[in-house]
């Protein structure tokens, strides 16, 4: 089937449904933890949607893998959707997110690809609007800029300058809105140990401390969209651009879901063990926004080699589960 023809298709459900994968086999890195009985009784699902990006997808499933399975806290399963509109096996692609608690979502169609069918759209949205949580990892935020509902759920993501309001944090910490069309398309500079700076007392963020630096990270410049119900949680300046204060994490709610949406885990084509997901404090709040997603309680400790307001902390190696 051609491609345009595909995009007419698709969001209207049309195919039947079939099994995601389960992942196994991860092994131990840093980030564990003991368990409650409560917590090794009732262990958070965890689905991870990938299969297209034009970041490496492959690495970026396994370092979350790797980051959240040692833990004890979570069960982890991959569902990979077809790379192309003309690849098989999208009539059977149906992830059954009503199955798990968080859905972790960095597949990324913007640089062309295929936007899932209807019928998997309809499935997400439904899966959130009843109290489902779902993690944007990095550039899950580009992904399907034409679906009204997507970019409603994950309130600001990589758009064109006429696709939304964007938000800045001002000097002294309030929240700037930028008209739609206003400033540029989003953007970001040279990558760069930043300085986050949490503007809340956050569950996610309880006992970090108020600024952290970051290792190697993208700070998107004019994130942008409905920005509707938007929470922004913490933010970073771009030394190396325009130099003011945007958005790195932010949390929207959706019916009776939650939705986490970060900048941080880049995870490039190529990259070898990347200090972006050795970060201590990526993998921290990976795992504490994973907590507060499912709600649950966050449990999980911040650890003693927590970065701090002069130095970046990044663990020597993270041991990666086999594809």
């Known amino acids: 089937m051609k491609y345009a023809a595909w995009v007419l298709l698709a969001c209207v459900g049309l195919f039947a449904a079939s099994p995601e994968l389960k992942a196994q086999g991860a092994a131990a890195t840093p980030m564990t933890s003991q368990p409650t009985p409560a917590a090794a ?11 297209l990006s034009n970041h490496d997808w492959r690495m970026t499933t396994r370092c979350i893998r790797a980051i959240l399975e040692p833990t004890g806290l979570f069960d982890v399963a991959v569902s990979t959707a077809p790379p192309r509109p003309d690849s098989p096996g999208w009539d059977e692609w149906r992830p059954k997110f009503s199955d798990y608690d968080v859905v972790i979502q960095h597949y990324n169609n ?4 295929a936007p899932w069918p209807g019928e998997v759209c309809t499935a997400f949205e439904e899966f959130v609007q009843n109290g489902g949580g779902v993690y944007v990892w990095h550039s899950g935020n580009n992904a399907f800029p034409e679906w009204p509902v997507y970019n409603r ?6 758009r064109k300058k006429d696709q939304g309001v964007a938000l800045r944090i001002s000097a002294d910490e309030k929240i700037e809105r930028i008209p739609s069309g206003e400033g540029p398309d989003t953007n970001h500079g040279a990558r760069i140990d930043a300085m986050i700076v949490r503007l809340d007392d956050h569950p ?4 970090m401390p108020r ?3 970051a290792s190697n990270i993208e700070v998107y410049n004019y994130p942008r969209g409905t920005a509707e119900g ?9 030394e190396n651009r325009a130099k003011m204060n945007w958005p790195i994490e932010w949390t929207v709610r959706f019916g009776k879901g939650r939705i986490y949406n970060s900048s941080l885990g880049h995870v490039w084509r190529g990259d070898v063990n990347p200090v972006t997901v050795r970060d201590v404090g990526v993998q921290t709040l990976l795992v504490r926004a994973v907590q507060w997603l499912a709600q649950r309680p966050v449990t999980f400790p911040v650890p003693s ?17 086999a594809e």
């Open 305 to 321: 080699d927590f970065p701090t307001e002069t130095a970046t902390s990044a663990r020597a190696e993270l041991i990666l589960p």
């Open 211 to 213: 600024r952290w630096k």
């Open 204 to 207: 996610i963020h309880e006992g």
């Open 153 to 158: 759920m994950i309130g600001m993501g990589w």
């Open 230 to 238: 938007v929470e922004v949680i913490s933010y970073a300046n771009d």
């Open 41 to 51: 009784e009732k262990k958070i699902r965890v689905l991870i949607v990938d299969g």
């Open 110 to 113: 913007f640089f062309g690809g």
